[in-house]
């Protein structure tokens, strides 16, 4: 980043809860910690506060902040919603006097990548002297997000407002280039093109060396607390006890009669029901009953439940809306039909453990335990970045020799299918330079760098020379052997003090969403704390015969299960060509084929193999 003054920041938080001290401002303190690490632009937080949803409160704190402490940047979280107590954007109004649609809408388009409830936000963004009032949602999360998304215009925007006209000229000029981003100049020069390598320096290497490498290199994601609403296929970071038992009281397993066990068979007086909700306050004597439901509570000294279809009614009120006398017709044992204290769940009894998968039943039992809030492990932060003077994104009508930008649609889909956000980090035309920068900028906001393109041998392919020679990165590997994907390359760096990961895949779209299954998401799921991080594999029966590539392959098929045989079969999706992105549709497997020898050559129908399972 170029931009070395501070900008001075303060953080406010609108709530109810937190100003009255009800609730800690984890929204608040999350963007503090993002902004004190440097990682998206230099800045102080001068000031952080918490305000109620009042929006004459609102408005105080911002005049001051932007009249009296002359803050460069304000952000707001929380009061954008539906509700009538959300009046920031209103107050927000009430004081800017430009408002910067450009950035509310940067927002929304990016938090509608995400999530559809994000059509609910109506934050604003806006100027008030030389200072610039960013409205982002109260969630955690939400609001770091919507930050991440209009970081790389925050600087300039600064610039402008404080009149630094040699900065603005600067970039001015850097955006005729060729984007609207900042460019530097690259810190490398570059062999000319008839210099370049005729053959790559990389050494090949196989999926499982190259899996086994990034395991080992990714670092685990701290951790955060979330409500157990927003916490499916969350990774959970700590042990979970109890806080009561379960069922907390001694609980009927079916309908039927309370009884005391002591009586025998015989005539009991039906005293009331106990239904499921209700609080007994009965008291039973021998030779009486109270008729009961399944799962409510058995009245004391109650110590056994009889079935209905063990007992005969021996005398009805005259309407037939009460049941006076029953007869027994089996004596009960002690504790029959009864679900004791404590059975399920004792209270203080561990029931999910560190790096357990919260999925269905996992949150269903933290609910039936109290635990309504769990700290999980943070989930790594994506940018995706494509390159190539051809790629547009997907809105713009094509000009001659363009195509549009499908990849990036198709990775955000997947990563988001498997619990991953993401965000896009632009198109970096084909120079050196705008690499550099955007995979810079991308660094600066994210743990992990999804590229598609730039990675062969082509004389516009800049990407592994930039990761060398001006991101100081090791790339650990440059070549997989394997159909599709073989330009894969994997590489580490420290940015600004946090180590990064940088997936740079190649530019065919069926190979960046091949490679993405094999690398980058076992990755991020390392990352996110789960324990196995691979995609299941299943052995699978080919419908029809293969013929086999040279390197291995991943092949695109659709696997079923048939009740005649005892495993799956897989049938291919057609044409595997890896610019082919029709062959993944439909594509639920990837069978893992085996490179071609001079004794197999083909595999015949009927054949077992492995097949990767990618939804789950």
Not at 53 to 67: N, P, S, T
Request: charged fraction near 20%; aromatic fraction near 4%.
């Amino acid at each position: 980043m170029e931009n070395t003054e501070d900008i001075k920041t303060g953080i406010l938080t609108v709530s109810d809860r937190c100003a009255r001290g009800e609730q800690a401002d984890e929204s608040g303190k999350n963007l503090e910690d993002i902004l004190l690490s440097h990682n998206l632009f230099s800045s102080t937080v001068v000031v952080r506060a918490c305000v109620p949803d009042d929006i004459e409160k609102i408005k105080e704190f911002l005049i001051k902040w932007c009249d009296d402490l002359k803050l460069n940047l304000v952000l707001t979280t929380g009061g954008t919603g539906f509700t009538a107590r959300d009046v920031t954007p209103e107050a927000t109004r009430a004081v800017i006097t430009k408002e910067a649609p450009g950035m509310a809408l940067a927002i929304l388009k990016g938090s509608l990548d995400i999530t559809p409830m994000a059509m609910l936000s109506r934050l604003v963004c806006g100027i008030r002297g030389q200072s610039l009032i960013i409205n982002l949602p109260g969630s955690t999360r939400g609001a770091e997000e919507s930050l991440r998304f209009v970081v790389p215009a925050i600087p300039h925007a600064v610039d402008q407002l404080c009149e630094r006209r040699e900065k603005t000229s600067k970039l001015h000029i850097a955006m005729k280039h060729c984007h609207s981003h900042k460019h530097g100049r690259s810190l490398q020069s570059f062999p000319p093109v008839a210099h370049r390598h005729r053959e790559s320096p990389f050494p090949m290497v196989e999926v499982q060396e190259a899996q086994a490498i990034i395991i080992r290199e990714c670092f685990t994601t701290s951790t955060e607390e979330v409500a157990i609403e927003g916490a499916f296929r969350r990774v959970l970071a700590e042990k979970v006890h109890a806080l009561d038992p379960l069922p907390p009281f001694p609980a009927s397993v079916m309908d039927g009669y309370a009884v005391l066990a002591s009586d025998g068979s015989g005539p009991r007086q039906v005293l009331d029901a106990v239904t499921a909700g209700d609080d007994p306050a009965l008291c039973v004597q021998s030779g009486q009953c109270v008729r009961i439901s399944t799962g409510a509570p058995v009245p004391s000294p109650c110590d056994a439940v009889v079935p209905v279809e063990n007992t005969v009614l021996l005398r009805g009120s005259p309407d037939g809306s009460q049941e006076i006398e029953i007869e027994v017709l089996k004596a009960p044992a002690v504790g029959q039909d009864i679900r004791a204290v404590g059975s399920d769940i004792e209270q203080g009894q561990a029931v999910l453990e560190p790096g357990d998968l919260l999925e269905a039943p996992e949150l269903g039992l933290l609910a039936s335990v109290g635990k309504l809030r769990v700290q999980v492990r943070s989930l790594p932060t994506v940018a995706l970045l494509s390159t190539g003077n051809e790629v547009v994104p997907p809105g713009e009508d094509l000009e001659p020799g363009h195509i549009r930008d499908s990849n990036k649609t198709t990775l955000s889909a997947l990563l988001q299918a498997h619990g991953f956000p993401s965000f896009d980090a632009g198109i970096a035309c084909d120079s050196r330079d705008d690499t550099r920068t955007k995979l810079q900028n991308a660094l600066d906001a994210a743990d992990v760098v999804v590229s598609s393109g730039g990675v062969s041998m082509g004389e516009k392919d800049y990407m592994k020379d930039v990761l060398l020679e001006d991101c100081a990165a090791t790339i650990h590997f440059g070549r997989v052997h394997v159909k599709p994907g073989k330009p894969t390359t994997f590489a580490t760096l420290i940015h600004k003090t946090k180590k990064k990961l940088v997936f740079a895949l190649p530019g065919n779209p069926v190979s960046c969403v091949a490679t993405c299954h094999l690398f980058v998401l076992p990755a991020l799921r390392k990352m996110a704390g789960h324990t196995s991080p691979f995609p299941p594999v299943a052995k699978a029966k080919l419908c029809h015969g293969i013929v086999l590539d040279r390197r291995p392959e991943y092949h695109r098929a659709v696997l079923s299960w048939s009740s005649a045989d005892p495993h799956p079969v897989v049938l291919s999706t057609g044409n595997q060509r890896s610019s082919r992105l029709l062959s993944f549709v439909g594509c639920n497997s990837l069978l893992a084929l085996p490179a071609c020898t001079a004794n197999c050559t083909h595999l015949e129908a009927g054949s077992l193999v492995d097949a990767l399972l990618l939804r789950t």
